[in-house]
């Protein structure tokens, strides 16, 4: 009798894994962000780098830092919503839990991607994989984050992955993020204007 307790109990622990497998593939980013949020920023951004570029002064980490604040709250209210969402025993939860303010900006800018509103005309006209595209060469991926192979919508398992494989390569500050932001928002701009 114990042996069959045994089994059960491993089956259930296998079906509740496969559960919140599930749970994680299906759950896609939301950003509280639009793509024209971002190219806002982008402008913001050239324009501090232009007054740093004529003074010969850097932007510093700190001025980076605030220019993306809003990049950041956005991430830190996608990475709550994964804790409430997902299982707080799986993987996928502990791995949102310990992502640190700059892994928060690049999921925020993946989520930005799920993102369907846009209130000009060239931007609501962009495809999902022009956007992706840009965000991959705004993060240095060689072929765009299509590179990884993603397709359609970037669900919560899909964001960790790209995470995990964008910081292989990058180890990212402030000012390098403000970079990325900047370069994908001018993207975005490119791309709505060749439409």
């Known amino acids: ?4 307790g045994f089994f ?10 496969t559960r919140q497998a599930q749970v994680s593939e299906n759950v896609v980013l939301k950003s509280g962000l639009s793509l024209e949020a971002f190219s806002e920023l982008s402008d913001r951004i050239d324009a501090k780098f232009g007054q740093t570029r004529s003074s010969d ?18 991430g830190k209210k996608i990475r709550d919503n994964m804790l409430n969402t997902l299982d707080e025993n ?9 992502l640190s303010d700059e892994e928060l900006i690049v ?6 991607s799920n993102e369907p509103y846009m209130s000009t005309r060239a931007l609501s ?3 999902s994989d ?3 595209n840009c965000i991959g060469s705004a993060l240095g991926i060689p072929s765009g984050i299509n590179g990884l192979k993603l397709s359609g919508l970037i669900s919560a398992k899909t964001g960790l992955q790209v995470l995990k494989a ?6 990212f500050g402030y000012v390098s993020l403000a970079i990325s932001v900047y370069q994908f928002g001018d993207c975005i701009n490119d791309v709505a204007h060749v439409i």
Do not use: G
Request: glycine letters at 0%.
């Open 1 to 4: 009798m114990s042996i069959l």
């Open 8 to 17: 059960s109990s491993c089956s259930t622990d296998d079906l509740e894994s």
């Open 57 to 74: 002064n850097l932007l510093t980490e700190q001025e980076a830092k605030d220019l993306l604040l809003p990049v950041l709250e956005d």
């Open 90 to 98: 799986s993987a996928d939860y502990f791995a949102y839990s310990i």
């Open 107 to 112: 999921l925020s800018m993946l989520a930005a």
């Open 125 to 127: 006209d962009l495809t």
């Open 130 to 132: 022009q956007v992706v």
């Open 166 to 171: 964008v910081a292989k390569r990058y180890a």
